[in-house]
């Protein structure tokens, strides 16, 4: 009967604390849910673990779970009015926005500092349909962690309509060097190899060891971002 009792609590507690957790959310804003700065992901992370904890231990005051509850977002409440009234709070309570992509090239510093490597930023690019490094003037991972990203001005999209032929040759770029590390398998599926890429990086004035990624089309056009953009004769060439 004991255990009985228990359960019909838990179940009891299920009923009431979910939709004072839905009036709370909504009272919360869009912004909880959506952009989910640092401060707000700690709050998601700090209600879920105080219902969770009231739903399943029957020995926890329930008035206490609620008050926790409204007090949570009370506090969130009055850190979004801060943050829009004082830019200074908001900066102290997230990310920064963070360079990653200049000029087609990686921001190797800046990437390393925000923990993120070259296949978390490709596979972000993708999402947002950019399949070459090099048309990317500028990539920005946002306080969200997302990126934003601004072409260069001469590569908008052309349908094959526009220029009046009927198909294209596919030529999207494929990682051959990533942190100086040879894709051997990739340069063979375009016909050609590591002798060829080492004299191509030698006409450019690097080494293999200057490279932090490169990429590679069907018709071996190399784009190539350097770990440093001050690497003697880069600049040359």
Do not use: C
Request: without cysteine; negative net charge.
């Amino acid at each position: 009967m004991e255990v009985m009792k228990e359960i019909l609590i838990v179940y009891g507690r299920i009923i009431t604390i979910l939709p004072l957790l839905l009036l709370v959310t909504l009272f919360m804003g869009k912004r909880s849910i959506g952009e989910l700065p640092v401060f707000d992901f700690l709050i998601i992370i700090t209600l879920g673990s105080v219902v969770g904890a009231d739903i399943a231990d029957p020995k926890v005051e329930h008035i206490h779970t609620a008050m926790a509850v409204i007090g949570i977002a009370l506090l969130q409440k009055l850190i979004s009015i801060l943050i829009i009234k004082y830019r200074k709070v908001g900066k102290a309570l997230t990310f920064e926005p963070t360079i990653v992509i200049m000029d087609g090239e990686f921001k190797v510093e800046n990437l390393r500092k925000i923990h993120y490597s070259i296949d978390n930023i490709l596979q972000m690019l993708r999402e947002k349909e950019v399949f070459d490094i090099s048309v990317v003037n500028l990539g920005i991972i946002e306080s969200n962690g997302k990126i934003s990203v601004y072409k260069k001005v001469n590569k908008s999209p052309v349908l094959r309509e526009d220029i009046g032929v009927e198909s294209l040759e596919d030529r999207l770029p494929n990682p051959v060097i990533i942190e100086g590390k040879v894709d051997h398998d990739t340069l063979a599926g375009v016909g050609t190899n590591e002798a060829w890429i080492m004299e191509q990086l030698g006409a450019k004035g690097l080494k293999l060891e200057d490279v932090f990624f490169a990429s590679l089309t069907a018709d071996l056009k190399l784009h190539v971002s350097p770990v440093n953009r001050d690497t003697p004769n880069y600049m040359k060439h």
